[in-house]
């Protein structure tokens, strides 16, 4: 049977790659690419680049695609849900017309397939549509998320205290209701600004993992302009950017500070 190998590749060092990520790399029959506008290039360097590091099998076909573009009019939902319809009509293709029968298409997801990345709700509208069998595989990668922490050198979460991961455009809305501690992910807003809390701490990252690696933390209220005027010149710079950031606000009693 067909296989479809989704494999984590981290978020931006080739070297996030695991043992796991590698054998399944080199399992692949087939690997595809995607290709979308600047910040994608650079994505998409990154996976050639992986490939070229650590893609021994010769035989092993790479092939790329044109993400098609989500349309931004109407229903967001209805947007996303035809979006995803149309990646999946080109894994089916791909499935099709250029995998053998018992071959195994490899699919690069960036950071790790489980976050905030929709190939494996796409794979199941693939599965759905019914064309073709298949078997799937996912292989879990390197978080930005991790890859933040790590550049910090800092636990995720505080003793006994949970954290939302949420989206800088539901930040904007306000603060999660649930949490002092909000991890924030996919901002083209800069959603810090809104929060106004004097005692708010921010640890802010750009490019994890990347050699344009760019760290800042601190006081939020004291970090917030300084984040924003690097965040908008390493734009400029590099003609796109990608960041993540952990806030966390004072924990509403001492829980935290029991163990
Ligand atoms: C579509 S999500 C993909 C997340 C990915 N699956 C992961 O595990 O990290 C893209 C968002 O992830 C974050 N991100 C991914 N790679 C990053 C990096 N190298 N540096 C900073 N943020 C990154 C940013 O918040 C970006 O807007």
Redesign the pocket.
Known sequence: MRKISVIGIG??NPEHMTIQAINALNRADVLLIPLKGDEKAFLADARRDICARFLTNPACRILDYAVPVRNADGVYEDGVRDWHQAIAAIYERTLLNDLGEDETLGLL?????M???STLRIVDHVRAAGHVAFEMEVIP?I???Q??CAGHGIALNRIGLPVEITTGRRLAEGWPAATRDALV???GVQAFKTVQDPDAEIWW??????PHEILLSGRLADMAETIAQTRSRARAEHGWI???YLIRRPAADAEEDAA
């Open positions: 978020a931006g997801v960036w950071g790790d397939p976050l905030y990345d990668g978080t930005s998320v890859a933040l992910m996919l901002d990252g750009a490019y994890l993992g990347t990608m960041d993540t």
